[in-house]
Every structure is written in C-alpha cells, then in structure tokens.
C-alpha cells in the first residue's frame, strides 16, 4: 500500500493557499479597476456646454482624471496577470521580477492615486458657494461622485499593495512563493 | 595564542553594520523633521492682518499646517528612539512592537503628509491670478514656499519608511534587528 510522498501533499496545499491567496489579489484588482474606471469615465463626460465649465479647465481635475485613468489601466493590466497566474500556476514573468514589479507598481500608484484625489477635493472644496456650482450644479455633484469612487478606487489598491508587499516578504524569506 | 572566536566577531560586524543602518535612519528622521518643522511655521505665520487673507480661512491650508505639525512631533519622537537605540544598543519598546511601529506610523504619515501637501497645491493653483495673490502677494509666495518645504519633509519620510520597511523584513527573516 503505497500513501503519497509528504512533499507532494505538503505542496498541495500549498499551491491551494495559494490560489485562495492568488483570487483575493484578483478580487482587490477587480474592485479597483472598476472604481477607477468609473471615476476617470465620470470626470471625462464631466463638461455641460461650451459655456459651462469643464473638467479640462481646472489642473487638479484633469489630474484626477489621469490619475484614474493610469490606475484602471494598471489594474486591468494586473487582473490579466492574476488570471494567468491562478489558470497556469505560473508567474507571467520571472517570479522575481514579477513581485517586485507588482509591489513597486501598487506603492507608486497608490501615492499618485491619493494626491490626485485630494488635489481634486482641495478644488472642488473651493467651488462650495461659488459661482460655479449655482450655475452649473451638476458639474459639481459630478465632480464629487468622480472624487468619491477614486477614493474607493484608492482602498482596494492599498489593499493589494499590501498583499503584494506580503508577498514579496514570503518570496524573500522562502525564495519561492509557494511557502505562504 | 588565542583568537577571538568567530560569533563574536561575527557580532560586533553586524553591531557596526547596524550602527551605521540606524545612524542613517537618524539622518533621514532629522531632514523630515527640519523641512516639516520648517513648512508648519511658516504656513502657522501666514497671516498678514485682520483684513488680509490668513491660512485659517482656507481648509486645505490648515490641514498643510496640521499634517506638517503631526509629521514633525513624530519624527522629533523618533530621533528620540534612533537616538536611544544607537547609545543603548537596544530598541525603546520590545523589538517586535518596535519595527512594526515605526513601519506602521511611517506608511501612514507618508500618505497623510503626501495628500495633505498636494491638496495645498490645488489649492494654491486656484490664488494664481487671482484677487489673492494680487492683493497680499506675501501669502501666496509664504504659502508656496510652506507646501514646499512640505514636500521636502515628505521625501524624507519616504526614505525612512523604505528603511524602516527593510527593517521588518530583516526582523521577520531573522528574528532580530542584527543581522543585515
């Protein structure tokens, strides 16, 4: 009667910790395209007439917007590779590199992301009362709700730099990031 | 004839090795203290009159004010703990709680300096032909010089979190602070 070899049932429960761990990534990935998306879609359709005021008037908007934007693109850009990972069991780069790039990546826009979004609410902050909002209100409330989903767009992102730093401890302490 | 044996030199490598990491630390946490010092004075002495405009009338100024206050109380209490640690050879609270305090608090001041300065900037955006600036050209140019030296402060506290962050690692990989 033979019962499998340890390393090998070690390492199946390994790679399934992994995956659980692979499919939380994927979730926080999900949740920040989608809010930042929905943040930079909600500042570009942010313009009423050519006599109104436009996002592409105020610096710390069109920040927003690229920020936002930046981010989504990242995200998605990410979820790929979290989905490569999860279906293949492999990194799509070098693992060592593949960390890295991630951690680095997650804290780098993590801190462009939150500027962008309090420059934006520093503005908007300035429109209360003014001119601005008493003629065009929906300009306004737009810019709010832009400002409120990269915020949450902000969350998840954090979330998944700490993740990704989590994983780059394990991969430094273990050499491999199979031992969680 | 005896040589002294290799764990103890081993030893007193790592202690010299540490000595420096932490002399280092020393440094970057005084930077961040002068510049955030620097930056809460004079965006506190920005008021020119009763009838002129002041920081406290302006949200995103006085949180530039507070986040800069908060930063330099901080770093001033960790000078205190760098200080302690290079004389004593020994942290001021247990090791463990010790890393990942100032790890903790330094990702966080980071985030809170960086949001704070780059909602003064948005702000300030806003003044730049302006009645404001026209009027008491001094608060403007105060103003700048504040959220830079703001910046300034937050570079440094970037710094520090990357080496307060190699810190943990280091800890979590071998348990202890010495070993680098």
């Known amino acids: 009667m033979r019962s499998p070899p340890p390393p090998h049932f070690q390492s199946t429960v390994s790679v399934q910790k992994l995956r659980r761990f692979n499919t939380l990534i994927l979730v926080f990935r999900l949740c920040s395209f989608c809010f930042s998306l929905a943040a930079a879609i909600?500042?570009?359709t942010n313009s009423h007439g050519s006599h109104s005021p436009s996002w592409r008037d105020f610096e710390a908007l069109r920040f927003v917007?690229?920020?936002?934007?930046i981010v989504a693109v990242y995200s998605f850009a990410e979820m790929g590779v979290s989905i490569w990972e999860i279906l293949k069991g492999n990194t799509l780069f070098p693992e060592t590199v593949q960390v890295w790039f991630d951690f680095g990546h997650d804290q780098v826009f993590a801190y462009l992301l939150l500027s962008a979004?309090?420059?934006?609410?520093a503005l908007v902050w300035t429109f209360r009362g003014g001119e601005i909002c008493t003629?065009?209100?929906?300009f306004c409330v737009q810019s709010y709700i832009s400002i409120g989903l990269g915020f949450a767009?902000?969350?998840?992102l954090g979330f998944?730099?700490?993740?990704?730093?989590?994983?780059v401890v394990a991969f430094i302490i273990n050499g491999s990031r199979f031992h969680l």
Chains 1, 2 share one sequence.
């Open 42 to 44: 909600f500042m570009f």
């Open 117 to 121: 979004e309090a420059a934006g609410t």
């Open 65 to 69: 917007m690229a920020a936002n934007a």
């Open 153 to 156: 767009g902000f969350f998840f």
């Open 160 to 167: 998944s730099s700490l993740l990704s730093g989590f994983r």
């Open 135 to 138: 003629a065009v209100n929906t």
